[in-house]
Nanobody, 119 residues
Framework: QVQLVESGGGLVQAGGSLRLSCAVS????????MVWYRQAPGKQRELVAG???????NYADSVKGRFTISRDNAKNTVYLQMNSLKPDDTSVYYC?????????????WGQGTQVTVSS
């Protein structure tokens, strides 16, 4: 059974930084495309960033130049480095395995990690 455990969220002032982590177990991590999504209250969940098994990346326009997705296959962990945070980045952030062609999530969501950016 695949498990996803997100961590690293918190409260930060606008302009600050956070690094999210997602530990993955129960699957061949290095073979999987991984994604970060986020969901703000009253809004649909949206793709933030994705990284393929080969290291190719994809970002939402709203975070390009500010967020960086990376992976450590030795630790079965995917990261999201978030810089220059804005209040609009306030959301619950989730990781997942994904289809490399459409960046769509493949398994049930974990608990996520809350990111709150104050103005």
């Amino acid at each position: 059974q695949v498990q996803l455990v997100e961590s690293g969220g918190g409260l930060v002032q606008a302009g600050g930084s956070l690094r999210l982590s997602c530990a993955v177990s129960g699957t061949s991590f290095k073979l999987n495309t991984m994604v970060w999504y986020r969901q703000a209250p009253g809004k649909q969940r949206e793709l933030v960033a994705g990284i393929t098994s080969g290291g190719s990346t994809n970002y939402a326009d709203s975070v390009k130049g500010r967020f960086t997705i990376s992976r450590d296959n030795a630790k079965n962990t995917v990261y999201l480095q978030m810089n220059s945070l804005k209040p609009d980045d306030t959301s619950v952030y989730y990781c997942n395995l994904a289809s490399s062609s459409r960046w769509t999530a493949l398994i049930p969501w974990g608990q996520g990690t809350q990111v709150t950016v104050s103005s």
